[in-house]
């Protein structure tokens, strides 16, 4: 056990020497076989050793009858122990889930490496629990042997490799009773579901365990490949295998807030990439809202609404929501300029979005004004902050587009010009 513990370290480059290696002991067999194994390589590693025992407070006196070993060993052989306790209650994700989560709390708030004693075994009914709720390569890879400064050098050795060790150096250990229950899926994989696998294959732990190592390796390749993808660029995206367009897609969710995308998130966010439509867009929790630009994909907010304002002869109306003046005054002459034109409206006008049926006379023709917007490759969500100004008779001239042809000849003759608003004033 000795040197498949000293390959993993070299193998991951779990350590360089001169670290404090803190050990991960709950008192039971796996972790029993970490702290020993460790301690008799400590010279040779180059390493000080010591352990980190937290007490959940789950099994009453049992829990204090693991603490109280962990303890005596330790004093024995003159290994430095960090204790740590909580009352773990129940979360949304269960028992068992809170309880790591307390317990990893405990261990990173500690100065050194953290390592702990998951097996191959564990490895093993680690990727069966995530074939049994639904996974990907991501998930068959298992346990990663490193995370940040924590280490699992004992991923190569199983079970049946600890306990003769244990049993070779006289190492006592401390039996969970929680562990011979079917509370736990994990519990219930390892008294039912491997007993039946290891019947076709008594290597079937090893298997299983190098098996997600491989996956490991080739999702990392996968993930390093799809971290170089713009996550905007739909033409590239349509031209990538649908396995980075779904990493690129993921990546893309996090970037915009979302920490955990499901897989539904992420094929919703996919079928942006697909649509034909070049406007299309796609809500998801948290308001995140993602939208096609034509050939980008962006997020973006809820599209702003101009809601109908009367525009009065003379006067000024303020859109702050865009950050926009719409002036209006008496004119003398015509004048037809994308932000400036005058024209002859019928009685009371006001500003809004546009809205179904609007249209007007262009110098080519008339034409509705989502078509003209949709020729000059305007978003679909930026189109109703386009101020539009309309009378009973409808459309008098757009924000940007000049003035309707069909409406800049008579009396009275009024000029509209639209102006952006800044910190000081309008310009």
């Given at each position: 056990?000795?040197?498949?513990?000293?390959?993993?370290?070299?193998?991951?480059?779990?350590?360089?020497?001169?670290?404090?290696?803190?050990?991960?002991?709950?008192?039971?067999?796996?972790?029993?076989?970490?702290?020993?194994?460790?301690?008799?390589?400590?010279?040779?590693?180059?390493?000080?050793?010591e352990?980190?025992?937290?007490?959940?407070?789950?099994?009453?006196?049992?829990?204090?009858?693991?603490?109280?070993?962990?303890?005596?060993?330790?004093?024995?052989?003159?290994?430095?122990?960090?204790?740590?306790?909580?009352?773990?209650t129940?979360?949304?994700?269960?028992?068992?889930?809170?309880?790591?989560?307390?317990?990893?709390?405990?261990?990173?708030?500690?100065?050194?490496?953290?390592?702990?004693?998951?097996?191959a075994?564990?490895?093993?009914?680690?990727?069966?629990?995530?074939?049994?709720?639904?996974?990907?390569?991501?998930?068959?890879?298992?346990?990663?042997?490193?995370?940040?400064?924590?280490?699992?050098p004992?991923?190569?050795?199983?079970?049946?490799?600890?306990?003769?060790?244990?049993?070779?150096?006289?190492?006592?250990?401390?039996?969970?009773?929680?562990?011979?229950t079917?509370?736990?899926?994990?519990?219930?994989?390892?008294?039912?579901?491997?007993?039946?696998?290891?019947?076709?294959?008594p290597s079937?732990?090893?298997?299983?365990?190098?098996?997600?190592q491989?996956?490991?390796?080739?999702?990392?390749?996968?993930?390093?490949?799809?971290?170089?993808?713009?996550?905007?660029?739909?033409?590239?995206?349509?031209?990538l295998?649908?396995?980075?367009?779904?990493?690129?897609?993921?990546?893309?969710?996090?970037?915009?807030?979302?920490?955990?995308?499901?897989?539904?998130?992420?094929?919703?966010?996919?079928?942006?990439v697909?649509?034909?439509?070049?406007?299309?867009?796609?809500?998801?929790?948290?308001?995140?809202?993602?939208?096609?630009?034509?050939?980008?994909?962006?997020?973006?907010?809820?599209?702003?609404?101009?809601?109908p304002?009367?525009?009065?002869i003379?006067?000024?109306?303020?859109?702050?929501?865009?950050?926009?003046?719409?002036?209006?005054?008496?004119?003398?002459?015509?004048?037809?300029?994308?932000?400036?034109?005058?024209?002859?409206?019928?009685?009371?006008?006001?500003?809004?979005?546009?809205?179904?049926?609007?249209?007007?006379?262009?110098?080519?023709?008339?034409?509705?004004?989502?078509?003209?917007?949709?020729?000059?490759?305007?978003?679909?969500?930026?189109?109703?902050a386009?101020?539009?100004?309309?009378?009973?008779q409808?459309?008098?001239?757009?924000?940007?587009?000049?003035a309707?042809?069909?409406?800049?000849?008579?009396?009275?003759?009024?000029?509209?010009?639209?102006?952006e608003?800044?910190?000081?004033?309008?310009?």
């Amino acid at each position: 056990m000795l040197n498949k513990l000293s390959a993993a370290i070299a193998r991951y480059g779990m350590l360089s020497g001169g670290e404090t290696v803190i050990c991960a002991v709950s008192g039971g067999a796996d972790s029993m076989a970490l702290l020993w194994g460790m301690y008799l390589l400590r010279e040779k590693l180059g390493i000080h050793v010591e352990a980190a025992h937290f007490n959940h407070h789950l099994r009453g006196e049992e829990s204090r009858r693991d603490a109280d070993f962990v303890r005596e060993f330790c004093d024995f052989h003159s290994i430095v122990l960090h204790m740590g306790q909580g009352q773990v209650t129940s979360g949304a994700k269960g028992l068992e889930a809170a309880a790591r989560e307390a317990r990893y709390d405990f261990l990173n708030s500690l100065d050194g490496v953290i390592a702990t004693a998951h097996t191959a075994d564990d490895n093993a009914e680690t990727v069966l629990m995530h074939l049994i709720r639904g996974t990907g390569l991501r998930g068959l890879g298992g346990i990663t042997p490193t995370n940040g400064r924590l280490i699992r050098p004992m991923l190569d050795i199983t079970r049946q490799e600890v306990d003769a060790f244990l049993a070779e150096n006289y190492i006592d250990h401390v039996e969970d009773s929680s562990n011979g229950t079917d509370a736990f899926l994990r519990n219930r994989i390892r008294h039912r579901v491997m007993p039946l696998l290891q019947a076709e294959n008594p290597s079937i732990g090893l298997n299983l365990s190098a098996m997600a190592q491989r996956l490991r390796q080739e999702e990392a390749l996968m993930q390093e490949l799809a971290d170089a993808v713009d996550v905007h660029d739909v033409a590239q995206l349509r031209s990538l295998p649908p396995a980075m367009v779904r990493r690129a897609m993921e990546r893309l969710l996090k970037q915009s807030g979302m920490p955990e995308p499901s897989a539904s998130h992420i094929a919703q966010a996919q079928a942006l990439v697909w649509t034909e439509k070049p406007s299309a867009f796609s809500v998801f929790p948290g308001g995140l809202t993602l939208r096609r630009n034509y050939d980008r994909l962006e997020v973006g907010q809820e599209p702003v609404v101009l809601e109908p304002a009367e525009l009065p002869i003379d006067g000024t109306l303020v859109l702050e929501q865009i950050g926009v003046a719409v002036r209006c005054r008496m004119a003398e002459e015509t004048k037809n300029l994308p932000n400036e034109f005058t024209v002859c409206p019928a009685g009371r006008m006001v500003v809004r979005s546009r809205i179904s049926g609007d249209a007007m006379r262009f110098s080519g023709g008339t034409k509705s004004l989502k078509k003209q917007f949709a020729d000059r490759k305007i978003p679909a969500a930026q189109r109703l902050a386009i101020p539009v100004v309309a009378d009973e008779q409808g459309v008098l001239g757009v924000c940007g587009f000049g003035a309707n042809l069909d409406r800049i000849h008579g009396r009275p003759l009024v000029c509209i010009s639209f102006e952006e608003i800044t910190p000081m004033g309008i310009l």
